[in-house]
């Protein structure tokens, strides 16, 4: 079986006609939003904690909605009686989970024929910059579905939260980079929140064994480039490490850290940041809280 890439983190077949493409994308955006997809409380929880701490470092509102699907014959008038007293609780369980300093906090329920679409359709609404949405792993799959379908197509940078409950003060960051165009906002994200908590951060670039001086150079100046750009010198280290496996490599070294945070696969599709078997790997296998990030600008479209 042939061995996963991440998005670059691995040469190709020949590697010195490869390139790592450069740091882009930026976590800049003034607007939250979090879907409650789901009723089950811990990746709630998760999600609530992750969007919390990004929008206090950041001075953004935070905007919570609940989802609620209604059969395609029901009058608009009567959406509203399709809210059953669970999705009532968990609203109002979600807004005593904010943070009181927060700027702003807002929120309500979303009616629709279909979640996804009710969802994609708030982003726009809201003018959403960053959408925060639970993995889906271990919920069901249509709730999987439905996150992968969010994730995909919202006018929004996305960060994925894995869903396993324990985001709390991480003490230090894994930061696996590849380059391209979600590697920045992953930089970003986990400077904000290395900011809040102040955790340690490593930046990890994982090359195959015995590789070339070239792609030695390439890979140290990708992980210097991520070094200057988080600019918290005294708590940030850098990190090439050789494997022969890159998803076991990123899933081994997750057991010494609070929190991973990976961008999207840069090669291939954009669904393959969600269906892409190393993303999805890590995310399912690492021993601690996992965030995906994609940066939806337009330039990343084009990846």
């Known amino acids: 079986m042939p ?13 010195d006609s490869y390139d790592i493409p450069p740091v882009a994308g930026r976590f800049d955006g003034d607007h939250i939003l979090v879907p409650l997809l789901t009723r ?21 509102s935070l905007t919570i909605i609940n989802p609620v699907s209604v059969p395609e014959q029901t009058p608009k008038a009567y959406d509203h009686k399709m809210t059953d007293s669970d999705d009532m609780a968990l609203l109002g369980w979600a807004f005593e ?8 906090v807002d929120g309500d329920f979303v009616y629709a024929r279909d979640v996804v679409k009710g969802v994609l359709h708030a982003v726009r609404a809201r003018d959403v910059d960053t959408l925060v949405v639970p993995s889906g792993d271990g919920t069901g799959r249509l709730q999987k ?7 995909a197509y919202a006018d929004a940078d996305v960060i ?21 165009p979600h590697s920045g906002l992953a930089a970003d ?21 015995d590789v070339s001086p070239h792609k030695r150079e390439q890979a140290e100046a990708l992980v210097d480039d991520v070094y200057h750009r988080i600019a918290r010198p005294e708590s940030t280290t850098t990190w090439v ?36 078997s190393t993303n999805t790997s890590v995310r399912k296998n690492a021993a601690s809280v996992v965030l995906s990030v994609h940066n939806n600008s337009p330039a990343s479209e084009a990846e």
Do not use: M
Not at 3 to 15: H, I, K, Q, R, W
Not at 253 to 272: N, W
């Open 3 to 15: 061995t996963p890439s991440f998005g670059g983190l691995l040469t190709g077949a020949n590697e």
């Open 40 to 60: 089950e409380i811990p990746p709630v929880l998760d999600q609530l904690k992750t969007a919390t701490t990004l929008a206090r470092v950041r001075n953004a």
């Open 97 to 104: 989970q904010t943070d009181d300093s927060l700027p702003h």
């Open 145 to 151: 579905e439905a996150t992968e379908r969010i994730a």
């Open 160 to 180: 994925i939260v894995n869903g396993k409950a324990g985001f709390e003060t991480p003490p230090s960051i894994l930061l696996p980079v590849a380059g391209g």
């Open 189 to 209: 994200v986990a400077t904000t929140i290395a900011t809040d908590c102040n955790a340690w951060i490593d930046i990890l670039h994982v090359v195959e064994e």
């Open 241 to 276: 490490h050789e494997a022969t496996n890159t998803v076991e490599s990123i899933v081994e070294q997750s057991r010494y850290y609070g929190l991973t945070i990976v961008g999207a696969p840069t090669k291939g599709r954009l669904r393959q940041f969600i269906f892409g």
